[in-house]
């Protein structure tokens, strides 16, 4: 059973474009919800996180949005680089520690 | 980087055989995670650690025992590989309340 949910599997996006990546979760417990990046042949690396007690972060060109009521959250890439091209991930966990389960990543293209 | 390292970085071993694959930490962070990547299904946890000799199954841990007798090493063991087991694998890391550090994984490819 796939504890965090993401959509779309991959997405194509226009240099100076926005991208968007959503993610949705069952179990309300979890209490932090992270985004990772990841470039070929390497491990996932934090690109930024957010706790339940806000709505939205933002960190540069990256802003996660959070709704608690529906269960969802989205990362925003805003003026996509082709730097910015990599598999992302989202992720939930509990505070605790005890369980960190991530969605089926994003392969996200930026086209120059 | 984080001080965690996985070992081997790339294994070919034999249907049947038992393997090992090793992570390593430097961080003293109280827990370990044991993943599998596979195209189309993300990151699955497939064993994790919050302590020392205290592990629990994730998703995916048929197949799959893991040990973790000191706190900065962490055991996976594929008692007898399958080919339905190759996969890249990847270690994590975490402390409470903080971000998970991964390593930079192991190719392991059963034929």
């Known amino acids: 059973q796939q504890q965090v949910k993401q959509s779309p599997q991959s997405l194509i996006v226009q240099k100076g474009g926005i991208s968007i990546i959503n993610c949705a979760y069952e179990n309300t417990a979890f209490d932090y919800f992270p985004w990772y990046q990841q470039f070929p042949g390497k491990g996932p690396a934090l690109l930024i996180a957010?706790?339940?007690?806000?709505s939205e972060k933002k960190e540069g060109r990256f802003t996660i949005s959070f709704n608690k009521s529906a269960k969802q959250f989205s990362l925003h890439i805003m003026d996509s680089q082709p730097g910015d091209s990599a598999t992302y991930f989202c992720a939930a966990s509990k505070d605790t520690g005890n369980q960190f389960y991530f969605g089926t990543g994003t392969s996200l293209t930026v086209i120059p | 980087d984080a001080g965690i390292t996985q070992s081997p970085r790339h294994k070919v071993t034999e249907t049947g055989t038992p393997v090992t694959l090793r992570c390593h930490q430097t961080?003293?962070?109280?827990?370990m995670y044991w993943y599998r990547q596979d195209p189309g299904h993300g990151l699955r946890l497939i064993h994790y650690s919050y302590g020392v000799k205290d592990t629990d199954k994730g998703e995916v841990s048929d197949g799959y025992s893991v040990s973790r007798s000191k706190t900065e090493d962490f055991l996976l063991t594929l008692e007898s590989a399958t080919s339905s087991q190759t996969s890249v694998y990847f270690c994590?890391?975490?402390?409470?309340?903080?971000?998970?550090?991964f390593g930079q994984g192991t190719r392991l490819t059963v034929v």
């Open positions: 961080e003293n962070h109280r827990y």
């Open positions: 994590a890391i975490r402390d409470l309340g903080d971000e998970a550090f």
């Open positions: 957010i706790r339940p007690d806000v």
